[in-house]
């Protein structure tokens, strides 16, 4: 019963209660009213019955005086109009009756004689006897009989009093009610209607009305507080998940979830795991298990496809949530794709590699090209002396070749580095191919078949001429060594278009490109080795048979033209790769003409600063048999001193760029300070100049490469002179 009036509505409770409020009112009134009745009903007939006997006493002494029995009667009489009073009698004061009275209800006397004045009450009658005095002198009695009213004959007197309290109860309850219900009910109302429609449906917006400024105003206003905290806390909750899933779909993260109780859901863990490298499953089974066993986190990283060039890689980082039991309810975590990011890693170790290798290259380039450069020179004088065809005109001739051979590893080392001293122009990668074709022919072999299909119309593109044939050479070369029982070498061209760079991780730009693709039907690669085939000193032939640069040079000189290079191959299926060159700009450069030694020479005056003596005496004599006036200083600074030091003109500097004490290109600069239109040929075999490179390439700075023989020297001194000459003005 106490449960289900708990349960009842606000305003059924109040109405119960202002009802049984009610009852109890009107319990306790009639309690009261009867115990009213009970103490007093006597004392009060007592008290009417001696006020009526005062009365009549005060009329009937003259009547008893003047024994006037008629007017004792009729004063008798006037008690008619009491029902109350049963009867009525006149004494003398011998005891006689003087004058009497009946009433309607019957009353009885007894005619004897009253003994004493007094009360006395019988059932359901008060007796009552007073004596009549006339100056002091007792003259009679007066007996009056008082018929008590049983409970029935007051009955309806109480029940008028109940109903008069009954109405005035409903009405102080009715206007109870009412007080309670606009003060009490309606703002209690209203607050749990506001909270079943907040439950239905959630709508921060709503809000309570406030009636009054008392305990229930003050809830209510701490109700309508709470809701706008809460709506505050919901859009910064909001906008803070709009940042986490911004922040998510940035770092290319998902969130996941794999409830735990009783046991790991087999269904969400499989699903988890469904697209993971079956190599790598064990090593993320085991990290999920430490987690959920240790009640800790994990972090794992591993593939979701096969090894090759849809392979992708992600990072799964979790998070094991404990309950208020012990075990842990759920499994939360982020799974993040970290391809881009292992591809930027093996870019940067590629890069970190080319370093290595530049850094390898550049510090043996500058004096094993010196050395070249004296051992190519001085071979070039000794050919001059001896007659042709003899033995040691022949013998000499081969040291030339392998001396040429070595400068040419140099070169490849430094190519695939990128720090190759280039000189790009604008060439026709068609004409490039039909010039080399004979030559891959006796390369190649008989037992390979060549065919070459050269798109007509091919675009120019703008690459340094000898690396542009170094890069056919070695990829012809290469499909040669993949079919070493013969088969078919395809040459092709053709121009292509690109909207979007090549592959997700190459830098190239879309735009115009001469294609050139080189295909082999021969044994292909596995995608293993397609990975690493760009590596410089990765080979997959025998011991002795390959350096491992061939593509790798290809590679770093396709990338320094800020062209592309790829491979497509399959194990049986033979190998592709293709190089993109972007368009050039302007029409091809007519090839230069054949060296010879018997280049025309001049009178002019030459400073010569060269830091190696075997390069330094080269230069001299080449330069001096050819009728210059050379003046050579040993490095920079001295250089320096000797031109300050001549009142002569000095007509052309050469320079080596790499050298002690100060540079070639800061030797350059501080002597055109007081010569500005001295002209300057710079020679080296490496250099990290970046200024120097720019200008090289631009074609604005004329360079001598070494190794280089004397009748390029003698060839570029005089192009830098003719030109100097030219751009003079004449008076």
């Known amino acids: 019963m106490r449960r289900r009036f708990r349960d009842r509505p606000i305003r059924q409770k109040v109405a119960w209660i202002i009802l049984l409020a009610s009852v109890a009112g009107l319990a306790l009134a ?70 009497s009275y009946r ?88 607050l749990a209607d506001t909270t079943r429609r907040l439950t239905a449906r959630p709508d921060l917006t709503l809000r309570v009305p406030k009636h009054a400024d008392d305990e229930i105003g003050d809830l209510t206003g701490a109700f309508n507080q709470m809701l706008d905290a809460v709506q505050e806390r919901e859009v910064a909750l909001k906008e803070s998940e709009a940042r986490l899933r911004l922040a998510l779909a940035a770092a290319s993260m998902e969130t996941w979830i794999v409830p735990l109780e009783p046991a790991p859901s087999r269904g969400a863990l499989a699903d988890l795991l469904a697209n993971i490298h079956p190599d790598d499953r064990p090593a993320v089974e085991a990290a999920i298990a430490s987690a959920i066993r240790d009640r800790s986190g994990f972090e794992v990283e591993f593939r979701t496809a096969a ?78 002396a001896l007659q042709p065809g003899s033995q040691v005109r022949t013998d000499v001739d081969e040291v030339e070749r392998a001396a040429r051979r070595a400068a040419a590893l140099t070169s490849q080392l430094l190519s695939y580095a990128r720090r190759q001293m280039v000189m790009p122009t604008v060439v026709d990668l068609n004409e490039t191919v039909r010039a080399l074709e004979p030559l891959l022919r006796r390369l190649i072999g008989e037992d390979v078949a060549i065919a070459v299909e050269l798109a007509p119309a091919l675009w120019p593109t703008r ?115 293709r190089v993109l060159l972007p368009r050039g700009a302007a029409a091809p450069v007519a090839p230069a003409a054949e060296e010879t030694d018997d280049d025309p020479g001049g009178h002019e ?6 830091d190696d003596a075997a390069v330094r005496t080269l230069a001299v004599r080449t330069l001096a048999e050819a009728g210059y006036t050379v003046l050579a200083a040993a490095d920079g600074a001295s250089a320096a001193a000797l031109a300050a030091g001549r009142n002569g003109s000095i007509d052309l500097l050469i320079a080596d760029v790499v050298m002690p004490d100060r540079n070639g290109r800061e ?40 190794p280089f023989t004397p009748g390029e020297l003698r060839r570029a001194v ?3 002179l003719d030109a100097a000459h030219r751009s003079v003005p004449h008076a």
């Open 463 to 577: 690459i340094d001429p000898g690396q542009l044939e170094q890069v056919v050479v070695n990829l012809a070369v290469n499909a040669r060594d993949a079919m070493p029982s013969g088969g078919h070498l395809t040459i092709v061209t053709r121009n292509v278009t690109l909207t979007a760079p090549p592959a997700a991780d190459d830098p190239v730009a879309p735009g115009d490109f001469a294609e050139l693709a080189v295909s082999d039907d021969g044994s292909g690669m596995p995608p293993e080795v397609i990975s690493r085939i760009f590596e410089p000193f990765f080979t997959t032939k025998p011991a002795g048979q390959g350096t491992g640069l061939g593509l790798a040079v290809c590679y770093g000189i396709v990338r320094q033209a800020e062209g592309h290079i790829a491979v497509e191959s399959a194990v049986g299926r033979g190998t592709t790769i």
């Open 307 to 384: 090894s090759g060039a849809d392979e992708r890689h992600t990072a799964l980082r979790g998070q094991a949530y404990l309950g208020q039991d012990g075990r842990p309810p759920q499994l939360i975590g982020v799974a993040q794709d970290v391809t881009a990011r292992r591809r930027l890693e093996r870019q940067l170790l590629q890069a970190q590699k080319m370093e290595a290798i530049g850094n390898l290259a550049g510090g043996i380039a500058h004096d094993f090209n010196n050395l070249l450069t004296g051992m190519i020179g001085y071979i070039k004088f000794a050919q001059r």
């Open 30 to 99: 009639a309690g009261a009213v009867g115990t009213y009745e009970l103490t007093t009903f006597r004392p009060r007939a007592l008290r009417d019955v001696s006020t009526l006997a005062a009365i009549l006493q005060a009329n009937m002494v003259p009547a008893v005086l003047f024994n006037d029995t008629t007017a004792a009667r009729e004063n008798l009489a006037t008690l008619a109009s009491r029902r109350e009073i049963g009867a009525a009698a006149v004494y003398r004061r011998d005891g006689s009756v003087f004058a």
């Open 718 to 720: 005089r192009a830098a």
């Open 103 to 190: 009433g309607a209800g019957g009353g009885s006397l007894l005619h004897a004689p009253p003994a004493r004045a007094g009360a006395a009450f019988t059932e359901g009658l008060l007796l009552y006897t007073a004596p009549l005095a006339a100056d002091g002198q007792a003259v009679g009695w007066l007996r009056l009989q008082y018929v008590l009213p049983g409970f029935w004959d007051r009955l309806p007197q109480y029940g008028i009093m109940a109903l008069v309290v009954l109405i005035a109860l409903a009405g102080a309850a009715a206007m109870l009610l009412t007080v309670l219900g606009r003060s009490v009910t309606a703002p209690l109302l209203a």
């Open 605 to 610: 005056t030459i400073l010569l600063a060269e």
């Open 667 to 706: 030797l350059a600069d501080e002597l055109r300070r007081a010569r500005p239109s001295l002209p300057v040929v710079f020679m080296s075999g490496y250099t990290e100049d970046n200024v120097l490179r720019r200008g090289v390439l631009l074609g604005r700075t004329p360079f001598v490469p070494k």
